[in-house]
């Protein structure tokens, strides 16, 4: 008896902590014949998670089949449909019924659940044995935020992710990529083995995440600082700035793991960080700014490391 309120209790735990997602994550259910409407405005749609199957937690109602409770049920196509639909579009629609997601538990009345981020930065996967091709415009080049090569991690390329198993994944994933795509106009990485030094498995994917970017990026992790030199006849003109905590991997910010894919923990950002690389750099030739708290207003004191990250040109004079 005791063992089996033990295992109950992890598996409590284990629940409470895959539901936690950032305050940036919309999550929208519809019943079955229902519609879902997702509008991001100027920034693109970014699906975590998506099910089609028999009602959870009361929404529509208690699935029954004749009368009798049933079991959970859900399509196994389920994300994969909605991203179609919609990643990386900057508003859909999709619709709750078996004509789209195929018919998982005949007879039981059905929810469409989808949870989502509007995000303002571009993502691109491949599956294993495929390759990811990244293409900056005219002037601009590609600054990668976040990469991952492994398995069970929910990739925008295969829907298979069991929130119950740990994610796989190759440590060197950013630090490959970023090798061979930051700072050029266009790149192209293959999801293999061999190139990540990893091995999960189950299928392996790769998924990848950056901005197109029109100057020259430095960064530099808490405590540290950045350093910013122009050549001859050219000063510097700041163009953006961010001190705190996102998406970009290079300091080993926090991701966890949810049932909805893998998300940021412990997100903020300084309100003066473009104010502050502007007064410190602006029209001179060179100049230096430190990572650091009191520097800048940051919501954020405690916690893991936070960067600051400054996108910059040199204008001729």
Known sequence: MALKSIILLC?????????????SVVKVTKCEHQQIDIRCGNKEINILYARYGSPIGGDCGSPHVYGKPTRGCESAKSLQVVRKECQGKKDCWVKAKNSVFGDPCVGVFKSLTIHYACVDYEIVGACEGKQIDIRCGAGKTINVLYAIYGANFGSLCTNSFDPWK???SARRSFDVVRNQCQGKRNCWVKAKNNVFDRNCRGSSALQVEYRCVRGTIVFACENKQVDIRCPSGTTINILSAFYGRNNQQGCRNPVQQTRFGLTLR?????TNALSVAKSNCNGKHNCWIKAHDSIFNIPCQRGPSK??????ECRKH
């Open 11 to 23: 598996c409590f735990i284990v629940a409470a902590h895959a539901t936690d997602t950032p305050r």
């Open 166 to 168: 740990p994610i796989c």
């Open 266 to 270: 412990n997100e903020c950002s300084a």
């Open 307 to 312: 960067h600051l990250e400054v996108e910059y």
